[in-house]
């Protein structure tokens, strides 16, 4: 039923154009003085009011068709998009954190990918994507993400500037605390995002 209403415009129009062809010129045919004539007028009429129907369809269905491929283009960039987010908080959990300012801004990069998705694909390929629950609830969750993330950055930025001031300081204990604090946060992090990611998803695949 819904593949039905999607394509009523076409269907209309050759309805409206039928209609006014019996209603305004049917009326005005002679078809017992000068029947070949009239039969030949009508048929040319309702021929031409098929083919405007039918170049209104294909265009209809190829746009269609156009659309369905950006929705799955743009879909398999989100899910590549979000999956990334994850490896790489995966992989910084598991190893010393060796560039922490490249850490920040690839998060960064990612999670901006992720809102001009929201952005870009909410009026036209996804209608009411960006005001969805899952969409804001995972823009809060990647937020809170970067935010913890940098948190972390401008305290190791401190640790070693205050090295710099007092050699006492053991940095690498330092930081390692840091790191580890950030591990913690980042696990119960992960365990919100990882479903919310899903959820998204999930969503999205609804349209396409």
Request: charged share 25%; hydrophobic share 40%.
């Amino acid at each position: 039923m819904r593949k039905i209403f999607s394509y009523s415009g076409p269907i209309i129009l050759l309805i409206v154009l039928l209609l006014l062809i019996y209603f305004f010129l049917f009326p005005y045919l002679d078809f017992t003085n000068n029947k070949e004539k009239s039969i030949a007028i009508l048929t040319s009429l309702v021929g031409l009011c098929f083919g405007v129907f039918q170049v209104y369809l294909n265009t209809l269905v190829q746009s269609k068709r156009e659309k369905s491929k950006l929705r799955h283009l743009e879909y398999k960039e989100l899910v590549n998009n979000l999956n990334s987010i994850q490896e790489i908080l995966n992989a910084n959990m598991i190893q010393d954190i060796s560039n922490v300012h490249g850490l920040v801004n690839s998060l960064m990069n990612r999670i901006n990918n992720y809102i001009a998705f929201i952005s870009y694909n909410d009026s036209y390929l996804f209608s009411g994507l960006k005001d969805s629950d899952s969409a804001k609830k995972l823009r809060s969750i990647l937020n809170s993400i970067l935010e913890r993330t940098d948190k972390m950055r401008k305290a190791i930025d401190d640790i070693l500037k205050s090295e710099v001031t007092n050699s006492s300081i053991d940095s690498d204990f330092v930081q390692k605390i840091e790191e580890l604090n950030w591990h913690n946060d980042m696990r119960q992090m992960l365990n919100e995002f990882i479903p919310a990611k899903y959820d998204l998803v999930k969503k999205v695949q609804k349209s396409i």
